[in-house]
């Protein structure tokens, strides 16, 4: 698991993004770029919620053009999940 900085994205950049069923864009900050095999995915929080103690995370998968997919395989979520946790977990016990 790498953190790589993409042309178009990088961890701290504010994206506006529209949700499905919503005709208005919402900015997300992307927090964390990690791949998995031969995807990258992006780690994204409501801009709203960021000062929140609790706050929404979004992953969606990127394909190395201006298009980020949503993950809609259980399988790959899950993948994606448990390497966002553990990236999580490396990152508190770096904190103590």
């Given at each position: 698991?790498?953190?790589e900085v993409?042309?178009?994205f990088?961890?701290?950049d504010v994206?506006?993004l529209t949700?499905?069923g919503?005709?208005?864009?919402r900015d997300?900050?992307?927090m964390?770029?990690?791949d998995i095999?031969?995807?990258?995915y992006?780690v994204?929080?409501?801009?709203?919620?960021?000062?929140e103690?609790?706050y929404?995370?979004?992953?969606?998968?990127?394909d190395g053009?201006?298009m980020?997919?949503?993950i809609?395989?259980d399988?790959?979520?899950e993948?994606?999940?448990a390497?966002?946790e553990t990236?999580?977990?490396?990152?508190?016990?770096?904190?103590?």
């Open positions: 698991m790498s953190e993409f042309e178009e990088e961890v701290g994206i506006a949700e499905e919503s005709d208005d864009p997300f900050r992307i964390y770029i990690f095999e031969d995807r990258s992006l994204l929080v409501p801009v709203d919620q960021e000062e103690e609790e929404e995370v979004h992953f969606l998968r990127y053009t201006d980020l997919q949503p809609e395989d399988e790959e979520w993948q994606v999940e390497t966002f990236l999580i977990t490396d990152l508190e016990k770096e904190d103590l």
